[in-house]
């Protein structure tokens, strides 16, 4: 039988604290909470489930904060959680028989960032209730169980620990067990998070990684002016750079902000480049769809929304424009289809489309 250690960073958790652990408890040994100086219950709730409580002064580093929770671990095997994550009880199994394999060194879970937003992966009928209550998920392979032994997070904010492992040359394998993510960012956690990626950057001014987490925090805030100076300085420091995971997602998201500046020029260079990278992401399409529409290019704005709706995009206004165009083209039965599934997706405009469709019903 192998071990495994649950380790938990806190701080004023209390509403949270116990869904995390009862999500897991069954298949952890031990439970390690570094609290951060918690002024409500979160000590009291962690001490019901028999939790070894570590107290830190908290330093405006994630990883410092981490590695300190992760030196009181004595079990065979480590799971990472925050409070407000959890791991549903049909995917308990399959961690207990990764953990059983002596030639592995950590697994890459799926984390899903749930969110009110259609414009993320829908999580209708996919077999979790976890998050029932949110429209849409984004994804991020993060690696969150792996071998206690000894290996570290690096970075002050979106810290991680792979660096560390493929550095000591551990077989890292990826798995599609999920943790649901279910946070609701308030403003002040993404003030802090920006704080500390400046502080990060001026530890690891080459990294492209800081700059692009920083942009996406003031895209987050609408602040497209200063997110476009962060990721053209990633892209910058991507030059000649192949192979990683950010060269995916990052000319998709300055694309996006040239798009909120009406900069479409270099907008469709960069649903372009990310189209090149990424040929599966259906919202690139779907983005130099909107500019080509909006320019009169017809015929090629068409054929992008179809190929974000084969891509099975989850925008109603993907569904709403091509429905439109077919109307105009008498293709009353498709705008019929389009249109329908527009409403269905709850378009903001949903009562003015089904008008339409009551004119055109077959």
Known sequence: ????????????????????????????????????????????????????????????????????????????????????????????????????????????????????????????????????????????????????????FRNKVHELVEDDIKEKQGKIVNSDIPIHHLEDRSRDKVDMYLKLGKQQIELTPDSPKPYYEIAKLYMSKNDYKNSLVYFEKAVELLKGKTGLLINKLIFLELGKVYFKLSDYKKALVCFDRAIKEDSENCWSYFYKALILHEQGNVSEAIHLYEISIDKNIKDPVAYANLGDLCLKQKNYEKAFELLTRACELEHPRTDRIKIVLKKIKP
């Open 1 to 152: 039988m192998t071990s495994l250690s649950l380790c938990m960073i806190v701080r004023d958790e209390e509403k949270l604290l116990a869904r995390a652990i009862k999500s897991v408890l069954s298949i952890v040994d031990e439970i390690i909470i570094a609290d951060s100086g918690s002024v409500d219950k979160t000590k009291e709730i962690a001490m019901k489930f028999n939790a070894k409580i570590v107290d830190f002064e908290w330093k405006d580093d994630f990883s410092d904060a981490r590695n300190e929770c992760l030196k009181h671990a004595t079990k065979e095997w480590i799971l990472v959680l925050d409070a407000d994550e959890v791991i549903a009880e049909k995917d308990l199994e399959r961690i207990k028989k990764l953990i059983s394999d002596e030639n592995t060194d950590a697994y890459s879970f799926v984390q899903r960032n749930y969110s009110d937003s259609i414009k993320g992966i829908n999580c209708e009928n996919d077999g979790y209730i976890e998050g029932k209550e949110f429209k849409s998920y984004f994804a991020s392979h993060l690696i969150r169980l792996f071998k206690n032994k000894g290996y570290k």
